[in-house]
């Protein structure tokens, strides 16, 4: 579902300074494959998501979503790629404060349209316990539920690929547990899973957790026994 | 889920934003089609106005018209009967009729028994020559006095004979002459006596010399002929030119008949002028109306542009600041795939939404209040001054300004990159 060959990403800094985030990155998430990229703050995690989920082109490399390279893409190609191959969970959730939570899972139908989408958004929300919470606004909330109904976001229209950033984050531990069970039973499902974590105990949930060094460090993902596919 | 929702439900979450944009867009619509309905009723009014006074002079003219119709009847009108063979032209030009006609014909009229037209008759013989003892060019009138009638009471003389050996002289005449009452003087060889001094008419009177008839005719080698009769104050129960001429033709058809500038005349004349004052006045009045309008129009030239540009700068930056405001929401659209067209169309549509609400809300403000202001009678009257169709277009207008003021931050938003604003959210 995923595959990135030779990715590399650099950051100019204030002073001018190029930072590198990573370099020759090669990675291979399949369809059931639920993966943790693992590392500290500040290594390239959110990064790596971003090149993956079609928003940020990297300096060099090809990135393949679902067999098709994202970046030899338009940029409204890359979009509907994006709208109908990818959902995004973050860790601050980033749900639209005006939109109810319901409005908020149907908010991926602006870009794509998704057959019987109210009837799946409500079920979305009710597997995820939040069906009565539908008519509520995000801040009516507490984090738990937000992060759930991004998770209903994310998964509305069937993906194929999720990219979660610390998706756990900020969450206590019965949300958390909700959160990676859902994204386990997505990938379960035949789903890939690219999710970002410095979270140990998150990471056990995945198939498989591959390592981030740190921001400036050289980093070829690919020779990395992290990067193998056992889970660690 | 469509744009269009989330543009109403943003709007309802950010109510300042949208309402200020919406007042703004209101007032400058709304003092567009006030100040066009301002002009437009101030025109219908002049025009009404000036139909009012014209008309005013219309019914004032008719009314001295019929006036005047009543006094000419009564005071009938002065024709001229001259040879058939004078040239009427030579005869204007000349102001006297060169061609002579026997002076029988003069009696000849008086002693008909069936012309009931005619009330005075003078015949005369004129001629324009040079005074050979003063050297001075002249008009001699031969006159004998009024004819009188026949068959029927003769009215009291408007015109007395001059005596034989007499003359009644023009006022520029005996004014540089330096001649006097009962001053003797020569006239072509002949003594003559100054029996009256015209005053000063203003007219070829100032240098005429009246003598009498046979005097005239004896020294112009003119016995038994005169020049043309002067029928006067000539009633007619239609007070028609029609009538008189063939009146006169069946007695004398050898001769011609035109009308001469009387009394009726001169009050036509005065009425015309009466006339040609009221219209100036109309015209005085029009050119002031249009002046107060264009004033008025300057003043609207200059606010008026004043009050769109400043709403199309704050539907600018209202939205420009909504952008920043909304960064975050920017990135997730687009992590939810929206595509650039799709984010412009966020903004843009607001915008056109504000154009919209703004536009039909000032319209329908100036509508209300514009007649009140603008002195209209009621909503239908505003409508029709300001017109239909520059209504709907000032309507149609408000959004397509708001989008375009919209434009550049709304082009700022779409070209946001997401993974930037992601990373900072």
Redesign the interface.
Known sequence: MLELRGVRKSYESPTGEELQVFHDVTLDVGAGEFVAARGPSGCGK??LL?VC?T??RPDAGSVRVGGTDVYALT??RR??????R?G?V?Q?F??????TVR?NV???????GVED?PGRADALLDRFGIGGRAGHHPAQLSTGERQRAGLA?ALLGSPGLVLADEPTGNLDDENGRVVLDALSEFAKAGGAVLMATHDSVAAEAADRSIFLAGPSTDLNLAQRPAMSGTKS | ???A??IS??M???PLNAVAAVAAVAVASGSLVASTMVLDVFDLQTEALLLAKEKAVADQMAAMEDEYRKITKRMGFNVLILPRDQDLGDFYADSYSEKTMPEEYADRLANARDIATIRHLLPMLQRKIEWPERRRRILLIGVRGEMPWAHRANKKAIMEPVPPGTAVVGWELHRSLGLAKDDAFMFMGKRLRVHALHPERGTIDDITLWINLREAQALLGHEGRISSMLALECMCAWADMSKVRPDIQRILPDTQVVEVAGKALARAETRNEAKRNAQALVEREREHRAALRAERETLISILVPAAIAVAALLVGLLTYLNVRERR??I????????????ILGVFLGKAALLGIAGGLLGVGGALLLGPLYAGAGSIPDAARASGCAFTISVVLAAPLVTTLAAWLPSLAAAMED??SV??E?
């Open positions: 959110s990064t971003l989920g928003l940020l940029a409204n979009a509907r790629l994006c709208a109908e990818v995004f973050f601050q980033h749900l639209v404060p005006y939109l409005e149907l908010a991926r139908t602006i870009a794509l989408a976001r | 889920m469509r744009i929702h989330l439900r943003e309802r979450y950010r975050g929401e990135g997730i659209l687009r992590a939810l795939g929206l595509r650039t067209l799709q997401p993974a992601l990373r959210e």
